[in-house]
């Protein structure tokens, strides 16, 4: 038996069965280190479409042919589907193997053996089955040492490094853990040899050349993240085969630690998850008062925020994302609060999944920082989105800033931020938006299920509604921008790309359908309001 998992030809040669025929190898001698997968046994012209590769093919030689064409297409299409070895039985087929054969399988490579005395294939076969089985359960009892040396590592305090040296000692190579871009996690090596000097330098290789496929030089092996589509891969393990081959048996170590790692990991997630959750539930608790500012202090404390003597801020992202997938608010929450680690300031930070949302509370040393730490984080907080691949499908997540003020102002303002990062969904994408510059879309968004609302914007803007679902082109698009910019023509025609008659007609077309004034104030203010009152309105 060999570490492929499987016997040789040479060892299936000496087994009592085909040692009892008289075994003459008479073609590829060199080669009897080949790998038997399975024994068959045929008699048919065209056998080798029966076959997948690997087998040791007995046979009388009633299937080879008469005519040596015949004979050499036989075993030219055994040697193309990768046999390990033929065995033909001399006996009334053949008293001794034609030249033809003898030459065809030499020039193919195939091992070619005759038997001089009849031996009883079944028998042969499974002999060299129970060889084979017997050879992977003793691949299987190794592979589940390491198994247990890794549970072991672990139930003694060990973590993920302590796994992968074991692996790495059993392959006699370096092992690494990547997160599922290729981003580095955790590298080992042996204990002994070359690899064990610098895994490093052999990982920098391996990125030279990404297509890790499994290979002869490397294997990658899946790491299962407990949840479907693009979660159902956590990490993936790579063995880089720099010093010694990487054979089967370490295909299944690597599988069976692969599982190990999973559990840590996904035990690590859960635990971040809930730490996030439970930062999120207090910041809740705290918005909506049933947290007193006389206690928040010391229990923000308890969850690692020490904020200095300024005052806090809080601030909340609202994704378009949904958060409710198995472990999407822990991937969040880690990638965030990486990003967060350059801003220099104290952050409390939390998730609130079922919301998609991200309520934090940071620290200032003065107001006059609000602007400028309020860039940082907004930048933090979308790059943490993008980082935990969250930012591939639907609006960009809308980040407000609330007022900044004590811990007895902190539950206002978180609840304020709340709901304005609500209400700013389908206004213009911006880094951030002042919760204290929403307010009249916050009112509107508080009453989008009153059935007053909805009228008010039928009566100001229907008609231009039922024009552009009518016509081209489109008038609401003209009228947002011509109030936006206060009225002035030029500036919306250059926005606009129209010149100014056009942009002209378009403004007397918009007047005549609402038969409205355009210059009049009330009247600009009314079409405003109705404007952002569209985006909230429920339909009826």
Sequence with gaps: ?????????????????????????????????????????????????????????????????????????????????????????????????????????????????????????????????????????????????????????????????????????????????????GQLLYAAGPVAGDAAADPLQVWEGLRGQREVEPSGNALVIDVPGGGHGTGSVRARLVLAGVSAPLLPVHRMAAERTAGVLAVVLMQARQEEELAARGRGDFLTDLAEGRISADDAPAQARVLGFRPGAGPLLPMVMRLSTDLGASGNGAVLARAVLEELASVGVPVLLGVRPVEGRVPLLVSLRAESERTAVADRVAAALRAGVERAGLDRAGAPPAVVVGVSGSWAAASAGLRHAAETATAAHGLPPRPWYDARRLDIDLLLWRLREHPDLAAFVDRAIGALRVHDAASRPPLLPTLETYLAHAGRKAETARELHLNRQTLYNRLARISELLGADLDDPETVLSLSLALRARRHVVPS
């Excluded at 055994?78 to 390990?84: E, S």
Aim: proline share 6%.
């Design 1 to 181: 038996m060999d570490n492929q998992g499987g016997i040789t030809v040479q060892r299936a040669l000496e087994l009592p069965g085909l040692r009892s025929g008289l075994p003459e190898v008479v073609a590829c001698a060199d080669r009897l280190g080949r790998t038997v997968r399975w024994v068959h046994a045929g008699e048919v012209p065209n056998i080798a479409s029966l076959l997948k590769g690997g087998e040791l093919l007995l046979t009388t030689g009633l299937g080879l042919g008469t005519r040596p064409a015949e004979q050499r297409a036989f075993v030219r299409r055994l040697a193309d589907r990768g046999i390990a070895a033929l065995v033909v039985e001399l006996g009334p087929r053949f008293t001794r193997l034609p030249a033809t054969l003898v030459e065809t399988a030499r020039a193919a490579g195939l091992p070619l053996v005759q038997l001089h005395r009849e031996v009883p294939f079944v028998a042969v076969t499974e002999e060299v089955h129970t060889e084979i089985v017997n050879g992977h359960y003793a691949l299987l009892q190794r592979a589940e040492e390491v198994h247990r040396r890794c549970t072991e590592a672990l139930l003694g305090g060990g973590g993920i490094p302590q796994v992968l040296r074991i692996l790495a000692d059993f392959t006699a190579n370096p092992v690494f853990l990547e997160t599922t871009d």
